[in-house]
């Protein structure tokens, strides 16, 4: 599987962003996804996960509210809107997918990773 993020930029604080992840050469609609973000410095951190039929959602504390992961599994992408952005969401967003079923938190348990897309907010 082959995941191409999208939509990062600079943004002033307050502002929205609306990332998306294109998923080729596997079973996307079998895919638990996930988001997943990297400041400078430290550790990757999860973000938001969906399950393959987007019935299902879990989001990190510090997003829950500002963001909301879809899917679209006709066009194999998976979404992460962001509204509210603060200046600590600045980070590279990472899009992974999971083979097994279940969402996850862990990053050792997604298989296959994007190339990441920069967010910058600016205060």
């Known amino acids: 599987v082959q995941l191409q993020a999208s939509g990062g930029g600079l943004v002033q604080a307050g502002g929205s962003l609306r990332l998306s992840c294109v998923a080729s050469?596997?079973?996307?609609?079998?895919?638990?996804m996930g988001w997943f973000r990297q400041a400078p410095g430290k550790e990757r951190m999860f973000v938001a996960s969906?399950?393959?039929?987007?019935?299902?959602?879990l989001y990190a504390d510090s997003v829950k509210g500002r963001f909301t992961i879809s899917r679209d599994n006709a066009k194999n992408t998976v979404y992460l809107q962001m509204n509210s952005l603060k200046p600590e969401d600045t980070a590279v967003y990472y899009c992974?997918?999971?083979?097994?079923?279940?969402?996850?938190?862990?990053?050792?348990?997604?298989?296959?990773w994007g190339q990441g897309t920069q967010v910058t907010v600016s205060s």
């Open positions: 992974a997918a999971r083979r097994s079923a279940g969402l996850a938190l862990a990053s050792l348990r997604y298989d296959y």
């Open positions: 050469g596997g079973s996307f609609s079998n895919n638990v």
């Open positions: 969906i399950s393959w039929n987007g019935g299902s959602t």
